[in-house]
Antibody, heavy 122, light 108 residues
Framework: QAQLVESGGGVVQAGGSLRLSCAGS????????IHWVRQAPGKGLEWVAV????????FYEESVRGRFTISRDMSKNTVSLQMTSLNYDDAGVYYC????????????????WGQGTTVTVS | SYELTQPPSVSVSPGQTARITCFGN??????AFWYRQKPGQAPLLLIY???HRPSGIPERFSGSTSGTTVTLTINPVQAEDEADYFC???????????FGGGTKLTVL
């Protein structure tokens, strides 16, 4: 069964940077777009960013555009989220999730999720 | 920006039917997905492409669509279904993912 595992969360001071990673296994990782979704404490789900299956296209939610960068390493089956200029609104659990449709830049939905990694901004 | 609107809460008794709605202007042309999230857990896919159930999801979960509204139906509701439910779709460009605000289902 397809699996995603996030890592890299931790405590960071406001204005600081953090790099999250998402490792995929048990599916053809390089055929699917990978998304980051976050959830502030006690709040709903908020989509953050996506990188296309081939790593060519990146799209970001407006509040993180210019501060966050998503990238993928095709040889290691990993996707990273580099976060800079972090503020208190960026705190929460960050999930990576796999797109439902393969080998397409467009998206419909997310079918496999990791367990999440927690970002705390102090 | 594009939004999906869900009721904040729904309450039902065990054995009854729960219906959770999600409204969005692009829903006639975009698929909806539904997720269930229990405290401390990651979201779980319940319904994809409006009305399809992944393997392992019980038949009492179903999805339907009518114009700008999609509906998640749970029938019959069980105590273990108490959780937060989120709808999700894409904007008209099919490049950006959007989530509804979530509905807390309380089983009385």
């Amino acid at each position: 069964q397809a699996q995603l595992v996030e890592s890299g969360g931790g405590v960071v001071q406001a204005g600081g940077s953090l790099r999250l990673s998402c490792a995929g296994s048990k599916f053809n990782f390089n055929k699917f777009g990978i998304h980051w979704v976050r959830q502030a404490p006690g709040k709903g789900l908020e989509w953050v960013a996506v990188i296309s299956y081939d790593g060519v296209h990146e799209f970001y939610e407006e509040s993180v555009r210019g501060r966050f960068t998503i990238s993928r390493d095709m040889s290691k089956n990993t996707v990273s989220l580099q976060m800079t200029s972090l503020n208190y609104d960026d705190a929460g659990v960050y999930y990576c999730a796999k797109d439902y449709i393969q080998t397409t830049v467009t998206t419909t939905g997310l079918d496999v999720w990791g367990q999440g990694t927690t970002v705390t901004v102090s | 920006s594009y939004e999906l609107t869900q009721p904040p809460s729904v309450s039902v008794s065990p054995g009854q039917t729960a219906r959770i709605t999600c409204f969005g202007n692009a829903l006639p042309k975009q698929y909806a997905f539904w997720y269930r999230q229990k405290p401390g857990q990651a979201p779980l896919l319940l319904i994809y492409k409006n009305s399809h159930r992944p393997s392992g999801i019980p038949e009492r979960f179903s999805g339907s669509t009518s114009g700008t509204t999609v509906t998640l139906t749970i029938n019959p509701v069980q105590a273990e279904d108490e959780a937060d439910y989120f709808c999700q779709s894409a904007d008209s460009s099919s490049l950006y993912v959007v989530f509804g605000g979530g509905t807390k289902l309380t089983v009385l």
